[in-house]
Nanobody, 117 residues
Framework: QVQLVESGGGLVQAGGSLRLSCAAS????????MGWYRQTPGKQRELVAI???????MYADSVKGRFAIARDNAKDTVYLQMNSLKPEDTAVYYC???????????WGPGTQVTVSS
């Protein structure tokens, strides 16, 4: 079982920055593919960024060049640095952990990010 806890959300003006953190329980963090997703009311949850156990990264086109995902295996934590924030980045951001060996997803409770214009 993997438990995830996000932190770092909040209210920021357009053009500002926020850093989200997601701490994972358990000793299998280094084997997990970690990611950040976001969701707004009435819309499906969408991928923001992922990082594999090998350190490869992938980003949604809408955040390329503005967001950066990073993982610290020693701290069982994944981060999402968000720069040049736009009002359309407003959403609940969810941390995701995926265990490929058992094809199992784990989700955090989410953290609200609000970008004012």
């Amino acid at each position: 079982q993997v438990q995830l806890v996000e932190s770092g959300g909040g209210l920021v003006q357009a053009g500002g920055s926020l850093r989200l953190s997601c701490a994972a329980s358990g000793s299998i963090f280094s084997f997990l593919r970690m990611g950040w997703y976001r969701q707004t009311p009435g819309k499906q949850r969408e991928l923001v960024a992922i990082t594999t156990s090998g350190g490869d990264t992938m980003y949604a086109d809408s955040v390329k060049g503005r967001f950066a995902i990073a993982r610290d295996n020693a701290k069982d934590t994944v981060y999402l640095q968000m720069n040049s924030l736009k009002p359309e980045d407003t959403a609940v951001y969810y941390c995701n952990a995926y265990m490929p060996s058992i094809a199992r997803d784990y989700w955090g409770p989410g953290t609200q990010v609000t970008v004012s214009s």
